[in-house]
């Protein structure tokens, strides 16, 4: 009898050893880890970066998520393919920097938005780094484009738009707040009245939604 319950102990440790094993060897691992930050130093090799970047972009940075990787029907953020290229020959025709246009499409998202889209893509600095990001965009530049994004060189851009996609961020936060405990309601039927879609983008005060001629 109790050699019987013995061999039934060790039965059932036998076995939960043997599924445990099971369970971490050959089953996926749905556990899920703290995104890594990459190390992007003084002196990386543009391959180097390029390759970072492609990583982040499919991992780390979330950014398949809504962008597709070739066009399609009712796609809700540009594809990535060609991006770069397309991007490139926006900000010719725009008169602005390409490396600037680029690295604020990341950081500073709802400043230009492209027709047809929404402006629902977070600044990306939520989620990267600093080199990461310009890591993220050279890659973008290479789909199409002409890769002059580089580390450390393209970082004074990068200070140049991360303030202003913050605020922006900070100010939708606070009016998405707001419409969520139905003070923005008048802020959003003023807006939707005059047909502008991108309401959420601009706060006003009640003295400055009367002179617009809202009530
Ligand atoms: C929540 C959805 C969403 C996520 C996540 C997102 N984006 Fe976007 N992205 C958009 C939308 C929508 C647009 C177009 C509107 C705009 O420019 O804000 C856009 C625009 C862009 C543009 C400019 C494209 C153009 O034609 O002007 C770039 C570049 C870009 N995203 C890169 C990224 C990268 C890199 C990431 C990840 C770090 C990312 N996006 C994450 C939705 C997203």
Redesign the pocket.
Known sequence: MKGGFLKLVVLIIGLNVFYTYIGLYFLPQSKSLPPKTYNIKEGITQDELLKVGEEI?YGK???M???PNAPEAGM???AVAG?GG??LARAKDMDVNPDEY?IQ??VD??T???EG??????P?QK??TDGELIA?AAF?QSNGGSVTISFPESLPILEKFKGKGDAEAAVKEEIMKRVHDGLGREIKEFYEKKNEDNWHKRFLSKTELAKEGGK
């Open positions: 972009l940075g979330q950014c998520v809504c962008h809700r953020a540009p991006i397309v991007l680029m499409s990341l998202p709802n230009f938005i492209p889209y929404q402006g629902i893509m977070p990306s989620l990267l993220v973008l």
